[in-house]
């Protein structure tokens, strides 16, 4: 191994360990307790080390989004496959999509809640974001009727989820009701008849 493989692989393994800390933290103690001093004294490396990394907290934000969006996509493609029918892959998606939101909430606000530098609904988005809503759009493009833009119409299906979630998070909706919502929501958006 040369001495330069060894310093990709070293940078490499800091910069995993600084998203891993950073996400623990923010799902112990919420976003705000993460700061970059607050991570250097974690990961036992200094402030300056932290910065040759990612240029402050929102860049650390988007790498841990980033990494939640494949996260995401993975646990979608793993439900909407698993699902017989285009109305059980609906329901299993947006199952698959609030329970992620529920069980990493930090996260699920890296990604969708708090500002970060990322090229969302772009050709220049990172992977991980197209396969996120690729997993989303492979769901609703079969329910599409005639004339309808699928990505639009994943957008919208998208939009209600996450308000859907919001809300309920939020104490807005009272989340004894959370099951029926997303049935009333698959129901409008899958045409009767349809498996």
């Known amino acids: 191994m040369t001495i330069q493989t060894r310093r990709e692989r070293e940078r490499a393994e800091r910069e995993r360990l600084?998203?891993?800390?950073?996400?623990?933290?923010?799902?112990?103690?919420?976003?705000?307790?993460?700061?970059?001093?607050?991570l250097a004294a974690e990961i036992e490396y200094s402030q300056p080390v932290l910065y040759s990394h990612f240029k402050?907290?929102?860049?650390?934000?988007?790498?841990?989004?980033?990494?939640?969006?494949?996260?995401?996509?993975?646990?979608?493609?793993?439900a909407r496959t698993a699902a017989e029918g285009a109305r059980a892959a609906l329901t299993a998606v947006g199952e698959a999509y609030t329970a992620f939101a529920r069980q990493r909430?930090?996260?699920?606000?890296?990604?969708?809640?708090h500002r970060v530098d990322l090229p969302f609904a772009t050709p220049?988005?990172?992977?991980?974001?197209?396969?996120?809503?690729?997993?989303?759009l492979a769901a609703?493009?079969?329910?599409?009727?005639?004339?309808?833009?699928?990505?639009?119409?994943?957008?919208?299906?998208?939009?209600?989820?996450?308000?859907?979630?919001t809300l309920t998070r939020s104490g807005?909706?009272?989340?004894?009701?959370?099951?029926?919502?997303?049935a009333l929501l698959t129901g409008h958006f899958v045409p009767h008849g349809t498996s």
């Open 105 to 113: 909430p930090a996260l699920y606000d890296a990604i969708f809640t």
């Open 18 to 38: 600084i998203v891993t800390a950073a996400r623990e933290l923010a799902e112990a103690e919420g976003w705000d307790a993460v700061t970059t001093r607050r």
């Open 56 to 78: 402050g907290k929102d860049a650390i934000m988007a790498a841990v989004a980033v990494q939640g969006c494949a996260e995401l996509a993975v646990g979608l493609r793993a």
């Open 124 to 136: 220049q988005a990172p992977a991980a974001l197209h396969e996120a809503f690729g997993e989303l």
């Open 140 to 165: 609703v493009e079969p329910i599409a009727a005639e004339g309808d833009d699928p990505g639009l119409l994943t957008e919208t299906y998208w939009a209600a989820l996450h308000g859907l979630v």
């Open 172 to 182: 807005r909706l009272p989340k004894d009701a959370h099951e029926r919502r997303l």
